[in-house]
């Protein structure tokens, strides 16, 4: 088992000396995973930089005393996989972002798709953002990374068609019998820059989306032969492509 891992705000001037872990993490890691003297330890700040670390001594409740070591840092994967997320109703979204998280998502826009029955508006949608960092955070944590997906404010449809054009890569998952779609696994991938993904809502991505997103570049494709929640789809398409870009080799 991976030494767990914890969040601090940064590591500067933090390797190869004695550490103090306090506060929410520190609370995690002495209340809740009940470190002891001895036990390994991660420390990240989320943004690649990490040491490992040693457990000298719990104190109290929050308060955990590591003897650290040489902070290193670990570059970003290439190429870089940004998935676009069409709201989905309910935690569907939290689900989504987590699983991406785990699998190893790059970065994560939410999207206010046409056929979206959820909208982010005002206070709502500043909390339903917040939850889904929160979510990323919290999952890159448990799946032991160190350098965790962005998740970025919620784009319009035509800051969508701007990313995608952008993009070395750009695809849309999309299945529809009566429109022209390419598999996704047999698709030629670049080795490096940026690949952007398209996941509609629950009611699929509406004819004058799919019509701006081609202009900017992106094709139609789709996964296989059934058909995927929006709250799954992208997560079965980034471990697609994370395997088909010798990234999990």
Known sequence: MTAPVFVVESLERAGGAEFVLEGPEGRHAVSVKRLRAGEDVVLTDGHGRWAEGVVKAAEGKDRLVLELGAVA????????????????????????????????????VPWAAARCITQWKGDRGAKALGKWRATAREAGKQSRRVRFPEVADAATTKQVAALLAAADFAAVLHEDR??????????DLPAEGEIVLVVGPEGGVSPEELALFEEAGAKAYRLGRTVLRTSTAGTAATALLLGRTGRWS
């Open 73 to 108: 840092e670990e570059a970003p994967d290439r190429p870089r996989i940004t998935v676009v997320q069409a709201l989905p109703k309910g935690d569907r979204g939290e689900l989504a972002v987590e699983t991406m998280t785990e699998t190893g998502v790059d970065a994560i």
């Open 178 to 187: 009566d429109y022209g779609s390419e598999a996704l696994a047999s698709a």
